[in-house]
């Protein structure tokens, strides 16, 4: 017996080949077995075709209605989007972070933002080359280390969860007026531009922080005189990467990725510039736990230490790797090198040398943040001896040797490094 649905809703006799059609119509593809046990009922014109499972036959009844609301749903989530701001704000309702760390980071990504649109329009709004300054490290300032500093604290201060802020382009971490912060006091140490030394040409650049908890044992006092805020602002801002809230960077790069972990695993934000939103493309990132890729300045090579001079020339040893030696990458720009080295695994490092014996980064703004992340997606950041997250600072613009990435890699430096100590 065959069946066909007319207009009028109501069943007549037809050819066997148009069987199939009927089912498909009205069943799903994959229930493509009707048999004469079905049982076909509509209330009126308006309301919709019933068909329910008479007996054991392998097809599921479906409604129309559920039909609907199946395509309803797939087409809202065609629309939906996950974006930092519904991440945010499920970890808050989740209660793994506070509204005041949501807001910080909300306002993080704000100033990242605009240092996107500055970098990408550098050439055009003759905002390349230098500033005419030196910040306190002696480097000559780049015209956008300037002004994405002054990006990041309008965008931090004005969040009103700041008490404290630590840049690589201030000499003294910036006390925001505690005074009438009404909630938060959020601790943020950054580097607003990083690897500016390659703005000019072009090539990635990126800005990297870290976000800590207000210190227990030196709470800040507005009514203290300058010298000792100064003083509160310093011990606060002085805490090991292992008491890290939260820590990101934001590469500016073929597209603007915002990197980023709360405690709980690493995720990765696309700046969409349709619509003006970080949008979640990388789920808990895992870094790979062997890669062979090595990032390091070679440059510097008879600089360094003995130890790390037998590392890296271990690597390039094709007798070692089976005939196959690691790859070198480095693009100079710590948030680029790292970015890559994160997905595809390898290790990133910076040794001390003869002329700086804690080499070149430094640890509040550079080598924590990117220790965190690294430890968060199963990676590991060590200073060739030690934790990177256990180092305590002394100042703010402490250095130290850097050596971040692939667990089975910095394990396997460490085993020269720890070897020469
Ligand atoms: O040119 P070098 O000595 O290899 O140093 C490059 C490293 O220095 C940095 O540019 C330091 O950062 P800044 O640009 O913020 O000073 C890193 O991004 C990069 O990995």
């Known amino acids: 017996m065959a069946f066909s649905v007319s207009h009028q809703h109501k069943l007549v006799k037809t050819s066997a080949s148009t069987k199939s059609n009927v089912c498909s119509q009205i069943l799903r593809p994959s229930a493509c077995h009707v048999s004469k046990h079905l049982q076909v009922s509509c209330i009126s014109e308006n309301s919709p075709l019933t068909i329910t499972r008479r007996s054991s036959v392998s097809c599921k009844a479906v409604t129309v209605e559920k039909q609907s609301a199946q395509a309803q749903t797939k087409q809202q989530n065609e629309y939906e989007i996950f974006t930092l701001t519904t991440w945010l704000f499920k970890l808050e309702k989740q209660g793994t972070i506070n509204n005041e760390l949501a807001v910080v980071i909300s306002s993080i990504a704000l100033a990242c933002k605009q240092i996107a649109s500055l970098v990408n329009r550098a050439g055009i709004s003759n905002l390349t080359g230098v500033a005419g300054a030196q910040n306190v490290q002696g480097e000559d300032q780049k015209k956008l280390d300037v002004v994405s500093n002054e990006v990041f604290k309008n965008c931090l201060s004005t969040s009103g969860r700041t008490g404290i802020l630590a840049s690589e382009e201030e000499d003294f971490p910036v006390a925001v007026d505690i005074a009438d912060a009404y909630s938060g006091n959020y601790i943020v140490c950054f580097d607003p531009l990083d690897g500016s030394s390659n703005i000019d040409a072009g090539i990635s650049v990126g800005s990297i922080w870290g976000v800590y908890e207000p210190s227990e044992e030196c709470p800040m006092d507005a009514h203290d005189d300058a010298n000792k805020l100064m003083e509160q602002c310093v011990v606060n801002v002085c805490q090991p990467g292992k008491d890290l809230a939260a820590a990101g960077y934001c590469l500016y790069s073929s597209s603007t990725i915002m990197v980023l972990s709360v405690g709980t695993g690493v995720f990765g934000f696309t700046l969409d510039p349709m619509i003006g939103e970080f949008v979640l493309t990388h789920k808990d990132v895992k870094i790979p736990e062997v890669g062979k890729i090595?990032?390091?300045?070679?440059?510097?090579?008879?600089?360094?230490?003995?130890?790390?001079?037998e590392y890296i020339k271990s690597l390039k040893s094709p007798e070692k790797w089976d005939g196959k030696p690691y790859s070198s990458r480095y693009i100079g720009s710590l948030v680029g090198d790292f970015h890559r080295t994160l997905l595809y695994g390898g290790i990133y490092g910076y040794?001390?040398?003869?002329?700086n014996k804690n080499g070149k980064l430094r640890l509040l703004y550079e080598c924590a943040p990117m220790s965190y992340l690294a430890e968060q997606a199963g990676g590991l950041g060590s200073t060739g001896t030690t934790r990177v997250l256990d180092v305590v600072p002394e100042a703010v613009h402490q250095r130290v040797p850097l050596f971040v990435g692939s667990k089975k890699e910095v394990e396997y430096l460490e085993s020269f490094t720890k070897k020469s100590k």
């Open 294 to 309: 090595y990032s390091f300045n070679e440059g510097n090579n008879d600089l360094w230490d003995e130890s790390v001079q």
């Open 351 to 355: 040794p001390g040398d003869k002329k």
